[in-house]
């Protein structure tokens, strides 16, 4: 079983709007990522966490935080974002190391009004 | 000069023919190598993993990997309708230690 779940799907919010965005795994994997991808564009990514601790931030904006509460789950709360920030979110996970393979999960299409 | 390129395409073949996608990447480094298939809309797909110099097979899809030329492969047998998409090329590289995509190619496979 390989399978990473994301929920909601679909999610609109407005710029004032507090939101998460939940990715959950059942695969005993220790790292787990965010992921954004705009149309027509490779994934970039915005976290990694290995074995519950955060490891890699890359220069995200703080309006996204991100919080592992246990190894199986990871949250993005999104808070104050503006139109740009519109994309698809993916989460995926890996058994440990970065250098294994990426497993994601179907991703939460987000559109800022 | 970026981490990862791939030709972007877009890639036209007929159905049953051989689909060819190419990726080459800066860092010499770089140890683990990874072809995702994506559908519009959809989330990356693991195709193949590939880590040694040579082939690998798994299916009508075969990953090639050429450390020495920094070149990695692949191949699609047999192609079909079903497999138009984007592959996806991604590398972990050896310094940044994290997973560098390429930006993509876009297959197309006709009836």
């Known amino acids: 079983d390989t399978e990473v779940t994301q929920t909601p799907k679909h999610l609109v919010m407005g710029m004032t709007n507090k939101k998460s965005l939940k990715c959950e795994q059942h695969?005993?994997?220790?790292?787990m990522y965010w992921y954004k991808q705009k149309a027509k564009k490779p994934p970039e990514l915005m976290f990694v966490?290995?074995?519950?601790?955060?490891?890699i931030n890359e220069s995200v904006p703080s309006r996204f935080s991100p919080e592992c509460p246990n190894s199986s789950l990871l949250n993005l709360h999104l808070h104050a974002l503006q139109p740009e920030d519109s994309a698809l979110y993916l989460c995926a996970s890996s058994q440990g190391a970065i250098a294994d393979t990426q497993y994601f999960g179907p991703g939460t299409r987000l559109t800022v009004l | 000069q970026k981490e990862v390129e791939q030709n972007s395409g877009p890639l036209s073949v007929p159905e049953g023919a051989i689909a060819s996608l190419n990726c080459t990447y800066s860092?010499?480094?770089?140890?683990?190598f990874f072809w995702y298939r994506q559908y519009s809309g959809k989330s990356p797909e693991l195709i193949m993993s590939i880590y040694s110099n040579g082939d690998k097979e798994d299916g009508r899809f075969t990953a090639q990997l050429n450390k020495a030329s920094q070149y990695v492969s692949l191949l699609i047998r047999d192609s079909q309708p079903s497999d138009s998409a984007t592959y996806l090329c991604a590398v972990v590289s050896g310094s940044a230690r994290q997973l560098t995509f390429g930006s993509g190619t876009q297959l197309t496979v006709l009836p």
């Open positions: 966490y290995s074995y519950e601790k955060l490891s």
């Open positions: 860092d010499r480094g770089s140890q683990s």
């Open positions: 695969m005993g994997h220790r790292a």
